[in-house]
């Protein structure tokens, strides 16, 4: 696929930073780590146009496994705010803490920061994401009372689990137990023609799910 086709269909993301800034005042506070990554990663994805078309590809692996940490940690952050954790900042301290350790280590002994993708992180918070994302799915799928389609968690939770799931295979094939096998070279091409797209399509539901994300509870005193 054209760079410049895949460039374009990345930036898909602005779809939901554009909505999330315009609503941003009037939306719940829970979803704020959401609407911060979805910044991010529009930042990510430019930065990687300019690095890497101006020679600098070992610049941008350094951001790319930068962002990896900083993907896990707003999307745990977002699980929190949703009660997954039982609301225990203890848990979600630990998890973060745990997770951080993981990708120091394959970033010191594996990846060395800018010289290797942290594959094996990707792969490892990819699962875990996917896991907080199936059992908010489940809750929600049982427990909401209005129509599922306007329920910004469950736009959200779908995103991730497809392009999470496209997101292991093609780090997969990056590890060394793959790369020595008799996978072919238009088979990777393929698949990561299929997750360009894979991602536009979860681009386009996490702007749908900035549209139906609540907005804030207004308290009143009772004096």
């Known amino acids: 696929m054209d760079d410049t086709l895949r460039f374009i269909f990345s930036l898909s993301i602005s779809f939901a930073v554009i909505i999330g800034i315009v609503r941003f005042r009037r939306i719940d506070s829970a979803y704020y780590p959401f609407i911060y990554n979805t910044i991010i990663a529009?930042?990510?994805?430019?930065?990687n146009r300019i690095l890497t078309e101006g020679g600098y590809p070992?610049?941008?692996?350094?951001?790319?496994?930068?962002?990896?940490?900083i993907d896990f940690f707003l999307f745990l952050w977002l699980f929190h705010n949703w009660g997954l954790f039982n609301r225990k900042k203890s848990t979600f301290i630990s998890i973060a803490c745990v997770f951080f350790v993981i990708w120091l280590l394959n970033n010191l002994l594996v990846s060395h920061f800018e010289a290797h993708h942290t594959l094996y992180f990707f792969i490892l918070y990819s699962f875990a994401?996917?896991?907080f994302s199936v059992n908010t799915f489940n809750k929600e799928v049982v427990h909401e009372r209005s129509s599922i389609f306007r329920n910004a968690k469950f736009w959200i939770c779908l995103g991730v689990i497809i392009f999470y799931s496209f997101f292991i295979l093609v780090s997969s094939t990056g590890l060394s137990l793959f790369t020595h096998s008799n996978l072919s070279v238009e088979f990777r091409r393929g698949l990561q023609a299929i997750s360009v797209f894979s991602n536009l399509l979860v681009n386009i539901l996490y702007a749908a799910a900035v549209i139906w994300i609540p907005r804030k509870k207004n308290f009143t005193s009772l004096f």
Request: hydrophobic share 75%.
């Open 42 to 47: 529009l930042v990510v994805e430019i930065l």
């Open 58 to 69: 070992r610049a941008f692996i350094l951001v790319l496994n930068i962002f990896s940490y």
């Open 129 to 131: 994401l996917i896991f």
